[in-house]
């Protein structure tokens, strides 16, 4: 392991990993990663890897964008695929507001040509015939949209930086971080102490811990998500092509395929950490206590 270095990134997850890939696309030399597992061992490990376009913001949308050409692209460039799957995804409006929301970001994405079409509940039905459109005013369509395997994905950017001079180090939890005389950061890792210019927080879940070594408290809090995955439903398995992503205001959930079955996304049910305090630093590939129940509504 380098003990001097520019760049510092701790976690090895989608974040991480992504700064260090475009550090690296930008030219800078010197940059290394430090990771306390395996590389997509926090929240990464477990998304859902939906790729969305529809934001109302210019800035965010452009980002948006890009992500998706990037993971897309990602293979060509190095060997690793990303799990891209182009399947478009449809946004439901279910009162005049969403209506007027809808046209509002509509003229967002236009200015970035990220394709957006404002579609009838017949029209939703046809681009997706197993949704019912009851109480359903119109639909974004926003056919740029897809998934990736956020694992693959974090990985292809990994190789990546490696491919342009970046390290990796991976089962090397950071204990603590001093700020030095000359104003660089020491961090002290279980492999020993990286001296470097740059630092960055990537440690997601754990952020605040890491802060905490550098006398910071950071207003963070862990929320619970998860998302529920059904067998194999023989009318997605009949379908000949794959399904758009549906975002859905009557029950506050998103719903994609996978293989034959859905992923099924309770936005509303997602609630504050019950053990945020239990975030040892040591934990890896953890799952939440299930919060499902048959009292949340689909
Ligand atoms: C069920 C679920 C579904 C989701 N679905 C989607 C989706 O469809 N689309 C989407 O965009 N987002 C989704 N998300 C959100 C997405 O997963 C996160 O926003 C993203 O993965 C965060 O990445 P990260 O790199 O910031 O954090 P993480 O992936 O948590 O990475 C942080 C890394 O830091 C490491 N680390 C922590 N402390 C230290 C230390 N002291 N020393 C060294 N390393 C350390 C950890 O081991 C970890 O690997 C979902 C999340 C969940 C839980």
Redesign the pocket.
């Known amino acids: 392991m380098k003990t001097h270095a520019r760049v510092v990134i701790?976690?090895?997850?989608?974040?991480?990993v992504g700064l260090l890939y475009h550090l690296a696309k930008e030219g800078w030399k010197d940059v290394v990663l430090?990771?306390?597992?395996e590389l997509?061992?926090?929240?990464?490990?477990?998304?859902?890897?939906?790729i969305p376009h529809f934001i109302a913001s210019l800035n965010m949308a452009k980002i948006h964008y890009y992500g998706a050409e990037l993971y897309k692209n990602l293979e060509a460039e190095t060997g690793q695929s990303t799990g891209w799957h182009g399947c478009g995804a449809v946004r439901l409006a279910v009162n005049q507001d969403q209506v007027d929301w809808f046209h509002y970001v509509k003229g967002i994405l236009d200015q970035i040509g990220a394709e957006c079409h404002l579609i009838s509940p017949e029209e939703i039905r046809e681009v997706h015939p197993l949704l019912k459109t009851d109480g359903i005013l119109m639909g974004a369509y926003t056919t740029g949209d897809g998934?990736t395997d956020?694992s693959g994905a974090t990985h292809a950017m990994a190789i990546g930086a490696k491919n342009r001079g970046a390290e990796i180090y991976r089962n090397?939890?950071?204990l603590d971080i001093n700020l030095l005389p000359s104003g660089e950061w020491e961090v002290v890792t279980e492999q020993g102490k990286i001296v470097c210019e740059h630092l960055v927080n990537?440690?997601?879940?754990?952020c605040a811990?890491?802060g905490a070594m550098v006398g910071l408290k950071l207003p963070v809090i862990n929320m619970v998500?998860?998302?529920l995955m059904t067998e194999s439903i023989p009318e997605v398995a009949a379908l000949t092509k794959e399904l758009p992503v549906v975002r859905d205001p009557r029950a506050s959930c998103y719903y994609r395929q996978e293989q034959s079955g859905l992923i099924i996304?309770p936005l509303k049910c997602s609630q504050k950490h019950g053990d945020s305090t239990a975030l040892t630093?040591v934990l890896?590939m953890r799952f939440c206590r299930q919060i499902w129940n048959a009292s949340n509504r689909t």
């Open positions: 701790i976690g090895g997850g989608a974040m991480g430090v990771e306390k597992g997509t061992s926090g929240s990464t490990w477990h998304a859902a890897g939906l998934h956020p090397n939890r950071v990537a440690a997601g879940s754990f811990q890491v998500h998860q998302y996304g630093g890896t």
